[in-house]
């Protein structure tokens, strides 16, 4: 069945690092992409998405390409601020019975 | 714009007692539902989802169920809790229809003592 690889953290970086997150799926059909945020004793927000192949989403400096070649979906920002730790998590569409196929998320720290 | 409303945010119940959490969502009609299970730093455990008033299907079998007596309403309940109940519960709402973000409520943190 489809399924979602995030890197495992926690990922530990300084203010103003590069940031690259990890997502790779296996995945019959076409599906849709996603990532989400979470911030500690919240609920999970729509970050980006993507919805074909070389599709970029971007919000806040964020950004992942849809890349169908290598089935990945990176996050990746170009310089992180403390406020951006928080917990991430890779999500692909299940198009059949319209549930979303999550990875195991990735915990950020970002170190001031 | 659509909404999403979950309570209550913070729950402390003892062992044994029932469990009802209600989530409503406003701002669009016949709505995806979903409830998700969060184990403290685990990831989302999809609990129940319903594309449907009266349509409810079961990801996991446990001592919990869910209703959605309305369009835009889905309950999740329980008669008896166990301690293997604690955890962050969050509902969630997409598009009817495939490849749809879903879009989350702010979470019931349930303690089980």
């Known amino acids: 069945g489809d399924s979602v690889t995030q890197m495992e953290g926690p990922v530990t970086l300084s203010e103003e690092a590069f940031l690259t997150i990890n997502c790779t799926y296996t995945a019959t059909g076409y599906p849709s992409l996603f990532w989400y945020v979470q911030y500690p004793g919240e609920g999970l927000q729509l970050l980006l998405k993507a919805t074909k192949a070389d599709d970029k989403g971007s919000n806040k400096g964020f950004e992942a390409t849809y890349r169908k070649e290598t089935t990945s979906f990176h996050l990746e920002k170009g310089s992180v601020q403390v406020s951006d730790s928080a917990v991430y998590f890779c999500a692909l569409s299940d198009q059949s019975n319209y549930q979303l196929i999550w990875g195991a998320g990735t915990k950020l720290i970002i170190k001031p | 714009s659509q909404t999403i409303h979950q309570w209550p945010a913070t729950l402390v119940q003892p062992v044994g007692s029932p469990l009802s959490l209600e989530c409503t969502v406003e701002g669009t009609s016949n709505p995806n539902l979903y409830w998700y299970r969060q184990a403290a730093g685990r990831g989302l455990q999809l609990l129940f989802y319903?594309?449907?008033?009266?349509?409810i299907s079961s990801e996991v079998p446990q001592n919990l169920s869910a209703s959605r007596p309305q369009d835009r309403q889905f309950i999740l309940s329980s008669k008896k809790l166990l301690l293997s109940d604690s955890g962050f519960y969050l509902c969630?709402?997409?598009?009817?229809?495939?490849?749809?973000?879903?879009?989350f409520g702010d979470g019931t943190r349930l303690s089980i003592l």
């Open positions: 319903s594309v449907g008033i009266g349509q």
């Open positions: 969630a709402w997409s598009l009817n229809g495939g490849n749809q973000p879903q879009h």
